[in-house]
């Protein structure tokens, strides 16, 4: 397999396996997702009340991020996971897949179980929507080169 292919199926691989996670996590966690659709309103009507009752236009709504702290967002979120990038093998037949994982030790455990407990589907998916000769084993790597990042910057200041 040529380098510019390898990189195309690895691109595909990529937003398919995000896509994937990102469904899936919305169809389970309705309830974190309605905890966090709720701050976000109860943040935006106090504004509404004081600045504009009724916008005219989407663009001319206010920002429901400008005054608000970011614990007041971050204390509803359950799960929150960002898949960084992906590797493939030469052959095609081994995918690595690393994943950011925000949170303590005890909740990045339980959202890469998660992940895992997707793997079959996310690679099933990949066989019907791209067309490869091999479908390619998923291995998920979590990757803490953030946290390493925000140590060494605290460690600077």
């Not at 005054?67 to 979120?77: G, I, K, N, S, Y």
């Not at 799960?79 to 052959?91: N, Q």
Request: glycine share 4%.
């Amino acid at each position: 397999m040529n380098e510019i292919r390898r990189q195309r199926l690895q691109n595909q691989i990529f937003r398919h396996v995000a896509t994937y996670y990102q469904k899936m996590s919305r169809g389970q966690d309705a309830q974190g997702l309605a905890l966090d659709t709720r701050s976000i309103q109860a943040l935006t009507e106090g504004q509404d009340s004081q600045t504009n009752p009724s916008p005219s236009s989407p663009f001319n709504a206010p920002n429901p991020f400008a005054h608000a702290e970011p614990h007041d967002f971050t204390q509803h979120m359950k799960d929150y996971c960002t898949f960084i990038r992906c590797e493939l093998s030469a052959d095609g037949s081994f995918a690595k897949i690393f994943v950011s994982i925000w949170g303590d030790e005890k909740e990045q455990e339980r959202i890469m179980k998660d992940i895992k407990r997707h793997a079959y589907g996310m690679r099933s998916s990949i066989a019907k929507h791209i067309r490869m000769r091999v479908i390619p084993q998923l291995a998920f790597v979590q990757d803490r080169s953030f946290e390493k990042g925000a140590e060494v910057e605290k460690l600077i200041k």
